[in-house]
């Protein structure tokens, strides 16, 4: 992490450890990892560890807090030690006004289902937490986004304090107008047809019929009153039987702490950005920790005295219980199964379980949904 600036951050979730492995497989390193309360763990890395991992772990469900610079906090240890508190208060203005100068948090807004491309695009311009606000240029990233998404009405970009605001304002497609040109009904995924309604054109399936996606519904033609087909816009409803699956990984096994006896008493002053303590942190790889926070200051003067207790730990492999595994798995599938199925008219839903290599169970969740599968397709 030398030359690159240093990082807190927490990460929560279940199953953590299959995250952290996951990360490891990419080549992510970590300076420090402590596991908190509540399946949480606090992380120390560079800035750019921090911005892959959290990256993956968004991808995969989990919630990852703001980074917290580390990089000056040595200095201003030293500061204080040789200078007090008088001297660790002028540090933090300086620290404060140093701040100011980087992007500490991102808040995309009235997104809608653009949300995951803004940040998508924000990510691959190098824009998050961590970066100099020098370095955001509002007009700049205002026109990427709009060029990206021409979809909406316009994008707003602009400041709130070290908060750099992205806002949409999410365009309605015009509607079609005029007639429409000659064309089938095709089925746009597989399934069982449960009932075709035709409105105009030739049926080419029945109830009954299992489809393939692109199989003709509804021929495009009608027979006229002198016996010639003559081509038309297909129109009808398509109702058929499908099944939607999700999948989620639970791990048996999970990671316990066990105090070793050696314990350390540290006093840090705190502001908003940054710890200061007057004694050297213990050596401990893992620790858990017990804290007490006294006010110093009031508004003007936002510091605080912080009376911290660290217990060494060591970690463990552990078995869990076969219960708890398989409820933790079955809820993430079903959570995962839930965001596929929104707006749909379920009929069943089921869960199956299977082990895998490595002390895993891979849970299935799946739904029966009914819902028109018939597409539109020109001749």
């Not at 080549?27 to 399946?39: D, L, S, W, Y």
């Not at 807090?65 to 203005?93: E, F, Q």
């Not at 109702?239 to 314990?263: C, D, F, N, Y």
């Amino acid at each position: 992490m030398s030359g690159e600036m240093g990082v807190r951050f927490q990460v929560s979730g279940l199953s953590l450890e299959k995250l952290l492995n996951a990360a490891q497989k990419q080549g992510i390193v970590f300076k420090r990892v402590k596991r908190e309360k509540n399946r949480s763990l606090t992380v120390v890395s560079s800035l750019r560890a921090y911005r892959a991992f959290r990256q993956l772990a968004q991808e995969k469900g989990y919630q990852v807090s703001p980074a917290k610079p580390l990089g000056l906090l040595r200095l201003g240890d030293r500061l204080l030690r040789r200078m007090g508190l008088l001297a660790g208060a002028l540090l933090g203005t300086a620290l404060l006004i140093w701040a100011l100068g980087y992007v500490w948090a991102v808040r995309v807004e009235n997104a809608g289902p653009y949300a995951g491309e803004v940040r998508l695009y924000l990510q691959e311009a190098g824009i998050g937490p961590g970066v100099r606000r020098s370095a955001v240029h509002l007009d700049a990233l205002r026109e990427g986004l709009e060029w990206r998404l021409p979809q909406v009405k316009w994008v707003r970009t602009e400041w709130a304090g070290v908060v750099l605001r992205v806002r949409l304002e999410q365009g309605v497609p015009p509607p079609d107008v005029g007639e429409e040109a000659p064309g089938d009904l095709v089925a746009g995924e597989d399934g069982l047809l449960l009932r075709l309604t035709t409105f105009a054109g030739t049926p080419a399936a029945s109830a009954g019929d299992f489809v393939r996606a692109g199989q003709v519904l509804i021929r495009g033609e009608e027979r006229g009153a002198d016996g010639r087909l003559i081509p038309v816009a297909a129109r009808g409803e398509a109702i058929a039987r499908l099944w939607v699956s999700a999948q989620a990984k639970a791990e048996m096994l999970e990671t316990a702490s066990h105090p070793t006896g050696r314990e350390t008493e540290l006093r840090l002053v705190a502001a908003p950005f940054g710890e200061w303590s007057g004694t050297e942190e213990p050596d401990y790889l893992t620790w858990d920790r017990e804290r007490t926070v006294l006010p110093l200051g009031g508004a003007w003067a936002p510091l605080w005295l912080i009376r911290e207790t660290r217990k060494e730990v060591f970690l463990s492999r552990e078995p869990r219980s076969l219960e708890e595994v398989k409820r933790e798995g079955a809820q993430k599938a079903i959570f995962a199964l839930n965001q596929a199925l929104v707006g749909q008219e379920v009929v069943d839903k089921w869960i199956n379980f299977s082990m895998i290599e490595r002390d895993t169970i891979t849970v299935t969740a799946t739904a029966e949904i009914r819902r028109d599968i018939g597409r539109r397709k020109g001749l």
